[in-house]
């Protein structure tokens, strides 16, 4: 009996130990803001955070109080917050967080990616088409893609470094603007 006792012990073991390494192993979900500050509405935004929420407070001396984030995909960001670099916005929508502004849903680029037009374009990412959207509370949308040989960018998408324009065309896909074939140099 002792043997068996043993033996079983040590199978339960093994598979604690398998199913605690699988767990291990599972992807992380993607983290809620690193950090989040609060400032009176009459300091600047620090580089690298947006403003999540807008309050009336008597702390600030009749400003109004900022909650600010470092960006996630999917935060919310008041209209009036910076954008940093390497973010894009995806829908524009209203909010009672932001005291009479709307708000723009962040994410990071990807391709295949619809950004809104009042969006920057995340360096390295060109425009491939020109959609209408309800996403975007009266602007278009924009398709981003990383370019690649022959790609068609709209000509008002910009240029990444080391990429020409090796061709023109006219096209249904860019609302109007002409059509540019890249290529690497």
């Known amino acids: 009996m002792k043997t068996v006792t043993t033996w079983l012990t040590r199978t339960l073991a093994v598979a604690a130990l398998l199913l605690g390494g699988v767990t291990l192993a599972a992807p992380a979900a993607q983290a809620a803001p690193a950090a989040q500050l609060s400032t009176c509405a009459n300091s600047p935004v620090p580089a690298g955070y947006v403003i999540s929420a807008i309050t009336v407070t008597n702390r600030c001396n009749g400003f109004r109080l900022y909650t600010l984030n470092t960006p996630y995909d999917n935060v919310m960001a008041c ?16 909010t009672n967080m932001c005291d009479g502004y709307k708000a723009f849903s962040l994410h990071t680029p990807a391709n295949n990616l619809m950004v809104c037009a009042n969006s920057p374009i995340p360096s390295g990412y060109v425009i491939t088409a020109i959609t209408m959207t309800n996403m975007c509370d009266g602007f278009k949308g924009f398709w981003l893609s990383r370019p690649y040989n022959n790609v068609m960018a709209c000509a008002n998408s910009p240029i990444p470094p080391g990429w020409v324009i090796a061709a023109m065309t006219n096209t249904n896909m860019c609302d109007g603007y002409q059509g ?5 140099v």
């Open 79 to 94: 209209a009036n917050s910076p954008i940093p670099d390497g973010w894009a916005i995806t829908t524009v929508t209203m």
């Open 180 to 184: 540019w074939f890249l290529q690497s």
